[in-house]
């Protein structure tokens, strides 16, 4: 029997209608997933601006906290069956959103009181990045990739000045993971120079944290600069920060034979640490009476970063105290006409490898795709 335009058209109609119930019914919600989930899925498609356009604020700061913690939670648990390097990735660059107002991004050193579960989430992270199937040792690829995460999430915790976190969350977790030599006895690990410089930067960061310390816990930081120095990658910076422990406990001499260790300025290659090397060589010859030869050490200071306020404030002092007024305050002039977006490298010794993070967190998006 044939059936009429009409009933052929509702038909049709009513088939569309079933097919597109069906195909909905088999589609993924995007609504369903986590606002976690939703951020990881546009970040994986490139878009690093994702976090923040997805995550509200108050999942760090507010009555988000057990959401975050929640989703977190699950994801990692999803993750798990099906890793990839950018998952690690985007849960370092979300607990940096925790840390800092990414509208406003400063070089200056993390506040002391940021957010406790973006720790939270650094430590979650960790737990998913050494979880991998392979052993240290058997997948080149993936321990160059794990030695670059370590480094970027502890750079974002120096950045914070809470040394008890670096510890707990930072190096601690990787002393029986990672090693500065291949051990002896053959066990798995991963090999970095790296993780001796970090430990003692930890430790050191608790004596300017809590200058109360400085007597106890300054003498074992020396010694693992020194320990830190045997190694090429780190030598410099492990030299230079000996030499500014020792200006700190008084032992200036020790502090000079240091930076003499360095060899000429111009073979060390961060220019921060170089520019440390010369107002740590400024303050040891202070600090032995030489006040001459200090300031042209503060000056190659000024050399190095031209207006930076340290120099200028040691220069200031210096001549104060040979009475040279007219000379004090052209120097102090100088510090206070310094633009204010120039950033004097010396604000960020305390915060340890924090100047690097942005560098790997950039390249560790690049690893990760």
């Not at 009555?63 to 648990?77: C, F, K, M, W």
């Not at 430790?203 to 007597?215: G, K, W």
């Not at 400024?282 to 009476?289: D, E, F, T, V, Y």
């Amino acid at each position: 029997m044939k059936q009429s335009p009409v009933v052929r058209v509702a038909a049709g109609v009513l088939c569309l209608t079933a097919a597109l119930i069906v195909s909905v019914a088999w589609m993924p919600s995007r609504a369903a997933e986590s606002l976690v989930e939703q951020a990881f899925a546009d970040y994986a498609a490139g878009d690093i601006r994702a976090i923040s356009r997805i995550i509200p604020a108050n999942y760090f700061d507010g009555v988000g906290r057990p959401a975050l913690r929640r989703e977190v939670d699950t994801a990692v648990s999803r993750w798990t069956r099906d890793r990839r390097q950018i998952q690690a990735v985007f849960l370092l660059d979300l607990a940096r959103f925790g840390l800092v107002d990414l509208r406003e991004p400063a070089p200056f050193p993390l506040d002391p009181g940021s957010d406790p579960v973006a720790v939270e989430v650094i430590a979650k992270a960790r737990v998913f990045v050494t979880g991998r199937p392979d052993a240290p040792g058997r997948n080149p690829r993936e321990d160059a990739f794990e030695i670059a995460w370590h480094k970027t999430a502890i750079a974002l915790l120096g950045g914070m000045q809470r040394p008890d976190l670096l510890e707990k969350v930072g190096v601690a977790p990787l002393r029986r993971r990672m090693a500065a030599s291949p051990p002896a006895r053959g066990d798995a690990r991963l090999i970095d120079p790296w993780i001796e410089l970090a430990g003692a930067i930890q430790q050191e960061q608790s004596t300017i944290v809590d200058p109360r310390m400085l007597a106890s816990a300054g003498p074992a930081a020396v010694r693992r600069f020194d320990e830190a120095a045997r190694f090429g990658e780190s030598r410099s910076e492990a030299l230079v920060r000996k030499s500014w422990l020792c200006v700190r406990l008084g032992r200036y001499a020790e502090a000079l034979a240091a930076l003499d260790a360095l060899g000429a300025p111009g073979d060390v290659a961060d220019e921060a640490v170089r520019y440390w090397s010369r107002l740590s060589r400024g303050r040891s010859l202070a600090g032995l009476g030489r006040d001459d030869e200090a300031a042209r050490r503060y000056e190659e200071a000024l050399a190095i970063f031209p207006g930076a306020q340290t120099p200028l404030a040691a220069l200031t002092a210096i001549e104060v105290r040979r009475g040279n007024v007219d000379a004090a305050y052209r120097w102090a002039a100088q510090g206070r006409a310094a633009a204010l977006g120039r950033v004097d490298p010396w604000l960020q010794y305390g915060a340890g490898d924090y100047r690097h993070f942005q560098r790997r967190l950039d390249r560790l998006r690049e690893a990760g795709r």
